[in-house]
Every structure is written in C-alpha cells, then in structure tokens.
C-alpha cells in the first residue's frame, strides 16, 4: 500500500524556497504528488501530498527540524491516507466576487455544509476594481455536491446570500 506524508510549511519570504524544499524531499527519494503554495503577505506557504518508500518517508519525517533549521521554514508532517468519498458527487465550480466584507467565507461555508457539500478546493484573494480601485474579494472553490441535493434549492439559499452581501455568485457544473 502507498504511504503518503502531508507537509506544511511558512516561512519568510525568499527567492529558491521551492527549490530548496523540493531537494531536500528528492534527495529522501520522495515525490511530491501534489501541491499548492502561496505568497500570503510576506510569507511563503507551502501544503505538500508526498509519497516514497515507508523508510524514506520515515528519514523526511525524523529530518523536520533539521529541514527546518536549513530551510528557515516552520513544518508539520503526518502520514495522511488517498481520500475515499463513498458517496456519489458531481463536481461544481462555485466563483464569486464582491467588495471585500468580513464573512463572506463562513457565509458560503455554512451554506455549503447544510447541504452536505465537500469543499475540495477553494482559492480566495483580493484584488482591485478595474475602475474605482475598491477592494474585491474574489472566491474560486471546487465542490462535490452529492447526487440527492436539489441544485435548485441551493441555487436559490445561495441567491440569498448574494442579495444579503451583494455578492456575484456563479454556481456551474465542472468541466
């Protein structure tokens, strides 16, 4: 069975983190499967899915603090596990944008989870209008709606949320 480590890391921000990070896990004969990093502010942060033999991926886990005293990062590693939703899902693409309020997240969360809906990834950031400079905060998440939830009737909750908020929700099946 394949064993797979989670890594997260933070650090300052800096030219060559992904390089240096990603061969310190390749000189352990591990591979990085999958990954998302991210400038937030003025760090860098790092989610890693790694997989390797179970004695490289023990070498990774028991070199954290010297990685992290080389690498000027803050880690955490665990053994994680392949995902197994049992349930039947379709894949959807929520976007919104809007100006930038305090709780749009929990907002849509909260809908999200009345209906049973994963959250399998979500991107947000905050950019500028085009033409008056406002802050707008923009959402991009990517969601498996199981098959018995009625699109219409969360169409219609989350109708409520963009007149409550003024959002411009968009709600699509995944391509």
Known sequence: MKQQVLLTAVGKDRIGIVDDLSKEI??????????????????????????????????????????????????????????????????????SSSLDTPGIVHSVSTVLRKYGINITDMETNTESAPMTGAPLFIIKAQLLIPADVSIL???????????????????????
């Open 26 to 95: 390749l000189d352990r004969s591990c591979n990085i499967e999958e990954s998302r990093m991210s400038l937030l502010g003025g760090d860098f942060a790092i989610l890693l899915l790694i997989s390797g033999p179970a004695e490289r991926l023990a070498k990774l886990l028991e070199d954290k603090s010297l990685l992290e005293e080389r690498l000027q990062l803050t880690i955490q590693m665990r053994y994680t596990s392949t995902s197994h939703h049992t349930t039947s899902a379709i894949p959807y693409i929520l976007e």
């Open 153 to 175: 009737l969360l169409r219609k909750e989350l109708e409520e949320l963009e007149l409550n908020y003024n959002l411009d929700l968009r709600l699509r099946p995944a391509v």
